[in-house]
Nanobody, 128 residues
Framework: QLQLVESGGGLVQPGGSLKLSCVYS????????IGWFRQAPGKEREGVSC????????NYEDSVKGRFTISRDNAKNTVFLQMNNLKAEDTAVYYC?????????????????????WGQGTQVSVSL
C-alpha cells in the first residue's frame, strides 16, 4: 500500500508564498503520477495540478496558472507544489494523490477518479 505524506502548509498573508511537499513510500508500482488537490470549507475537493512520472508533463487548473509550480525529485520520492502570490481563496486543505504505473506515464489529469492513493492533507490558510 502506497503512503503519501504532505507537509509545508501553514498561515501566510495574501501575496505570500508556501512550498508544499508530498513524500510517497511503500512503493507497489514502478512509477507514479502525482496530483495536488484542495478542499475549502463547505466546498467540493478540486484538482489543482498534476505531474507525470518523469516530470516532463504538468497540468494546472486555470485558477492557479502562473502562480503555482509543480515539480518532483524522483530520487527522493517527493513532489513539490510551490505556491506564490497566494490569495484568500487559496485557503484549503491540500492533498496529494498518486496513480501507479509499470511504465513511464507522460500524462496526468486533475480528476480525483484518476488517482489510486491519497494523503491526509495539509492546511493552507491565507489571511491578514
Amino acid at each position: 500500500q502506497l503512503q503519501l505524506v504532505e507537509s509545508g502548509g501553514g498561515l501566510v498573508q495574501p501575496g505570500g508564498s508556501l512550498k508544499l511537499s508530498c513524500v510517497y513510500s511503500g512503493s507497489t508500482s514502478d512509477y507514479y503520477a502525482i496530483g495536488w488537490f484542495r478542499q475549502a470549507p463547505g466546498k467540493e475537493r478540486e484538482g489543482v495540478s498534476c505531474i507525470g512520472t518523469s516530470g516532463a508533463i504538468t497540468n494546472y487548473e486555470d485558477s492557479v496558472k502562473g502562480r503555482f509550480t509543480i515539480s518532483r525529485d524522483n530520487a527522493k520520492n517527493t513532489v513539490f507544489l510551490q505556491m506564490n502570490n497566494l490569495k484568500a481563496e487559496d485557503t484549503a486543505v491540500y492533498y496529494c494523490a498518486a496513480r501507479g504505473a509499470r511504465t513511464l506515464l507522460e500524462i496526468c489529469h486533475t480528476t480525483q477518479q484518476w488517482f489510486d492513493y491519497w494523503g491526509q492533507g495539509t492546511q493552507v490558510s491565507v489571511s491578514l
